[in-house]
Structure formats: C-alpha cells, structure tokens
C-alpha cells in the first residue's frame, strides 16, 4: 500500500484567534474534501501540543470504490490545494461568529 501525505498548517497567531473547536471542524471538512476530489481513503491526525495548530492527512493511493491507483500529478496536487484553500472559508463556515472581512 502506497500513501500520500499532506499537512495543514496555520500559524501561531492564526491558532490563537478561534477555538481549538472550529479547527477540529475544518479540519475533517477538508477530509471530506480530500475523500471527495480523490475517491480515496484517508486518516488524519491533528496535533494541538505545538505553538501552531496542524494536521496530517494520509491519503490511500487507492481509489476504495475501483481499486484504482490515485494519479497524482501537479495539475492534480494543485487542483486539491485550491480546493482545499481553507483558513478563511472553513473556519468561517465552522464558527458564524468570525470575522467576515
């Protein structure tokens, strides 16, 4: 079994502006994310014992549903990437209370 790994990361100030609540909540919205634009499996971990606040996300490289082998290139990794372009919108979406600016 192959795997890819991506890491979410926001800085110290960034974790210090919300709740560990609301950054617990993007982060499984970008699994969804993930397991929605690569149709594979994936786990994460996040780790809340450091200045900044991140998460590990391990992607199966197989597609669960047909068994075929992710195929990641850089027109791919970086399509994820934006999609996945979170700090503001899933924090935002997780707490209302946000700033909209």
């Known amino acids: 079994m192959e795997y890819k790994q991506i890491i979410l990361s926001f800085t110290e100030a960034e974790s210090e502006q919300y709740p560990t609540e609301t950054f617990l909540l993007a982060f499984r919205d970008v699994m969804e994310m993930i397991v929605a634009n690569t149709g594979c499996q994936v786990a994460y971990a996040v780790h809340t ?38 700090p503001n919108y899933s924090i935002r979406a997780a707490h209302p209370l946000a700033d909209n600016s």
């Open 49 to 86: 014992n450091t200045d900044n606040i991140h998460a590990h996300y391990i992607v199966n490289s197989g597609q669960y549903y047909t068994g075929n082998k992710l195929q990641q290139n850089y027109q791919t990794t970086r399509k994820l990437k934006l999609d996945i372009k979170i």
